[in-house]
């Protein structure tokens, strides 16, 4: 992990380059699956769970047995803290509820707006590297609370073909019954087109490799939403020597550990400070289990020493980082200049671990610079904004006379028709 020591504007760019996906490469391995996919349905996703995760399997859906048995295979400190995570987004999540808007904005004219669920959604929850439990929570609570009517949750078994047990009991807790052991991008394609197992949805959750990304930006040619464009995790961390070094190593390897092509970046306004986290990094990376991976990762990171408050955050707002962690002496001053995040963590006792798992927002952001357009995952993403008006003889008269003046102006000659037979209608019956 290479530290730079006030670097120009004109080579922000480079220093905080992403690991570049090759696209075109990417997408000749995708589209295929997803045509093939289209044509044989469930014949497919056997031959590719044989063929990419080394398994022979009879059905694709996870049979009740293994559902009922799942929770028998959990430790019951696991079954507690998923308990526990469970109910603060759930907490979080219910409070972003809005209430139906009702508003009469001219005399005889009622305008509404309300949220209506999204009826078919579906998640994706990786499983390979590492069981994604928490993502389940993050995806499966929101869409119950909003209200979807069908929800299939997609994720690959095991060699032996199983889904590991807290992947099952989560999604069975939250009350999520379609299980079905398919993943990469052919578990998009699935959700995309429908098979006879897997029902076709209107709109995809989940993060995944760059396949898994690929596809479901792929899948929105075909009419179906996916929640976000989505890369590699990452993570930021601005922090100065009020916060102990220990601290930024850790949770700048908590990020590392995710995939070789994570990224993370140390913002600091000390030299010193930065050469005392890069030595606590490796002290802590030697006893990680994942430390092969996390290597990897460090080799796209890197720590960048500027001068002040403002470079610190002009540099951030550019990155636009998917977790950002603002550890510093003036926190307030520093958190109020950022406009480029997925989510925040703020202070020196505010690990990023926190929001991936329990504090209950959610964990499901954008990443890849995409912070700069798109929010994470909310209980916005499962819902749709429907509006309504309605018009009483009096609100025809009153907005009437706008309609046509405007509808005539823009040459538009039957919309003002449709305005002008009311109206006419309305003169003839006095």
């Known amino acids: 992990m290479n530290i730079l020591v006030n670097p120009e504007e004109k080579v922000w760019k480079k220093a905080v380059e992403r690991p570049v996906f090759k696209t075109k490469q990417i997408n000749k391995i995708v589209k295929p699956i997803l045509r093939k996919v289209k044509r044989n349905g469930d014949k497919a996703l056997i031959k590719y769970a044989y063929e990419f995760d080394h398994v022979e399997l009879e059905s694709l859906l996870v049979p009740q047995s293994e559902i009922k048995a799942a929770a028998d295979e959990l430790s019951p400190e696991l079954k507690e803290a998923i308990q526990k995570a469970k109910a ?8 972003q509820q809005s209430p139906e808007l009702i508003e009469e904005v001219m005399p005889g004219v009622v305008c509404r707006r309300k949220s209506v669920a999204i009826q078919r959604v579906g998640l994706y929850i990786p499983g390979g590297t590492a069981p994604l439990f928490s993502t389940v929570l993050m995806l499966g609570v929101p869409a119950k609370i909003a209200g979807c009517k069908e929800i ?8 032996e073909g199983k889904v590991h047990p807290a992947i099952i009991y989560t999604a069975d807790l939250i009350g999520i019954h379609k299980i079905v052991k398919v993943g990469g991008a052919q578990a998009v394609a699935a959700m995309t087109f429908g098979t006879d197992t897997v029902p076709q949805v209107d709109k995809i959750f989940g993060p995944g490799n760059q396949f898994v990304t690929a596809a479901k930006q792929l899948a929105t040619k075909y009419g179906v939403a996916i929640d976000m464009p989505a890369g590699p995790s990452e993570v930021l961390v601005y922090a100065d020597d009020s916060t102990p070094a220990e601290f930024v190593a850790a949770d700048l390897l908590s990020q590392a550990e995710h995939g070789v092509d994570s990224q993370v970046v140390l913002v600091t306004h000390s030299q010193k400070f930065a050469k005392k986290v890069l030595k606590e990094i490796d002290l802590q990376l030697e006893v990680l289990p994942r430390k092969d991976i996390a290597a990897k990762s460090l080799d796209n990171s890197v720590a960048i020493v500027v001068k002040d ?37 703020i ?14 927002t959610n964990h499901t952001l954008p990443t890849y610079g995409y912070a700069r357009n798109y929010s994470g995952v909310s209980l916005d993403s499962f ?4 509006t309504y008006q309605k018009l009483t003889p009096e609100g025809i008269q009153n907005i009437g006379p706008t309609v046509e003046v405007m509808a005539e102006n823009e040459l538009l000659h039957a919309h003002k028709n449709a305005v002008t037979v009311r109206l006419n209608s309305l003169k003839k019956n006095k």
């Open 88 to 95: 603060n987004i759930e907490r979080f999540h219910q409070a």
């Open 152 to 159: 299939v949750l997609c994720t690959p078994p095991n060699v």
């Open 309 to 345: 408050l403002q470079e610190a955050l002009d540099l951030i707002n550019f990155y636009a980082p998917e977790h950002l962690i603002i550890s510093v002496e003036n926190e307030e001053e520093a958190v109020e200049g950022i406009v480029n995040a997925g989510s925040i963590f």
């Open 347 to 360: 202070g020196k006792y505010t690990p990023e671990s926190v929001g991936d798992y329990a504090s209950g």
């Open 383 to 386: 819902v749709k904004k429907i």
